[in-house]
Nanobody
Framework: QVQVVESGGGPVQAGGSLRLSCKVSRYTSSIRYMAWFRQAAGNEREAVALIYSRPGHTWYADSVQGRFTISQDNAKNTLFLQMNNLKPEDTAMYYC??????????????????WGQGTQVTVSS
């Protein structure tokens, strides 16, 4: 099981951008998918973006499609989430997750075996 650590969150005004990073302890062939989830206060944890490690296919929630981009740098063992045109409703704790298993949609947190502590994103209007 790999360890993941998120960074890059913070306060931002609506319309602004942030890039979240997720450092993975080691990229191994055992990682099949990596994803970003978010959880707003009082809400369930929801999937935001997913990347299939090889060959890099991606999926996005409708709410972020066209604004967020998930990517990975295998040489640096790092996953990214570029977030543009942020909205107040994007305010949440953002989590990085990894799994060696196949997943299906709708994505569920239970599918993922490795989680970080999260990084807070707060978007003000």
């Amino acid at each position: 099981q790999v360890q993941v650590v998120e960074s890059g969150g913070g306060p931002v005004q609506a319309g602004g951008s942030l890039r979240l990073s997720c450092k993975v302890s080691r990229y191994t062939s055992s990682i099949r998918y990596m994803a970003w989830f978010r959880q707003a206060a009082g809400n369930e944890r929801e999937a935001v973006a997913l990347i299939y490690s090889r060959p890099g296919h991606t999926w996005y929630a409708d709410s972020v499609q066209g604004r967020f981009t998930i990517s990975q740098d295998n040489a640096k063992n790092t996953l990214f989430l570029q977030m543009n045109n942020l909205k107040p409703e994007d305010t949440a704790m953002y989590y990085c997750a990894a799994t060696p298993d196949w997943v299906t949609h709708p994505l569920k947190p239970d599918y993922f075996t490795s989680w970080g502590q999260g990084t807070q994103v707060t978007v003000s209007s």
